[in-house]
């Protein structure tokens, strides 16, 4: 019996890159707005790295961000007058289509929660400016660490109070379940084939047999029927 | 300019007394379902001080209720065969009349989050129950640490990025507002006169001069205006 639902948000929930890209776009005409997203979420990778393997430790995401965007703009060759302000894009991302009314309909049968790699601030903006109706806010500032670390999805079961078989992780990406099954969480996939636009490639199939495979959050409430 | 509403939970939002005697008087129908949930209520704040104190470490209020029911029922002469489906009241505590509209149209004004004692698995449970409409869980579980300790309230503003001076603590307990202002929080009292009956004599009127002073949540939402 699941009793939560913890979901991935960059990808999963909202569509980072359309909605960076906009943000870029206003502040950056002259650059190509597409490659200026996807070389800034290139860097997220790296620098969380850095925290999981412990050369640094745990700094929220909206700083590692910003420091990204000082490496891509000297990249592009770009100086902004109020880089902290195109940073804030990340705080307004498009929910893709299906999730709030996805989230309205599993919020009716378990308790909901973001279990991201952004800090609860963000995760607080990202749910006020695309309205999801998140119970309550876990992931990687409740852990001090970045998932896939086993610590993230461990403080989040624990903070719900439950074990890990009664909490499921919802996401696009087949590594993020991975990295939940492996502590006992239970897993759906719903994959995202345009979150790296039309020529992605990694995570349109799933790669294991995980417990759900949903087309989308409505779909996945329909099967946790 | 305030952000964040940061809220006390238990008798500023939710009225605990009756709504935890209902509870009591289902598993004890013997018992004076009041006066056990005052008892019950009065092993609260002790508890709390020897985490305070740093003679114990850092446990849930969910923790604390339990340990605290069994000292109640010796008390009392009672033996339940469940406890911990009766120390679940903590879970179903009705809002006060105002909260939820008064909550609604906060959040239009500000983000809005308990700061309470409670975890964030019983946050999470009541605002489940009483359609409470939080932007996120802050309070003392993400401080490991018990009101009115400087930690939870400024772990409460760093969480959402914000310097102190632009978050207001909202309780109808002046001792719970004075430990956020002495760390620079705004303030706001809202007195509850019945939270503990009909004879309440504590937190009937304001003891400073808080930033705002409300009749209800309604009232605070059209000062804040």
């Known amino acids: 019996m699941v009793h939560a639902l913890i979901f991935d948000v960059f990808g999963t929930c909202v569509d980072w890159r359309t909605s960076v890209a906009r943000d870029v776009a206003q502040h950056i005409p002259q650059v ?75 919020k009716r049968k378990a308790m909901i929660a973001p279990c991201s790699n952004g800090s609860i601030a963000l995760m607080t903006h990202l749910a006020r400016y695309g309205g999801l109706p998140w119970d309550c806010i876990l992931g990687a500032e409740i852990a001090q660490a970045y998932k896939p670390s086993p610590a993230v999805y461990m403080a989040s079961c624990a903070a719900l109070q439950l074990p890990p078989h009664e909490v499921m992780m919802v996401a696009a990406h087949n590594s993020d379940l991975a990295g939940a099954r492996a502590v006992g969480l239970k897993t759906a996939f719903v994959p995202r084939p345009t979150e790296h636009g039309p020529g992605q490639i990694l995570d349109l199939e799933p790669t294991e047999a995980w417990d759900l495979i949903a087309t989308d959050f409505l779909d996945l409430a329909r099967q946790l029927t």
């Open 32 to 106: 190509n707005a597409l490659d200026f997203a996807d070389a800034w979420r290139a860097e997220y990778d790296p620098a969380m790295a850095r925290i999981r393997e412990g050369q640094r430790g745990y700094i929220a995401l909206d700083n590692l961000h910003r420091e990204n965007l000082d490496r891509i703009c000297e990249r592009f060759g770009v100086t902004l007058p109020d880089p902290e302000s195109l940073n804030r894009a990340w705080e307004r991302l498009d929910p893709w289509p299906d999730v709030v009314r996805g989230l309205q309909a599993l």
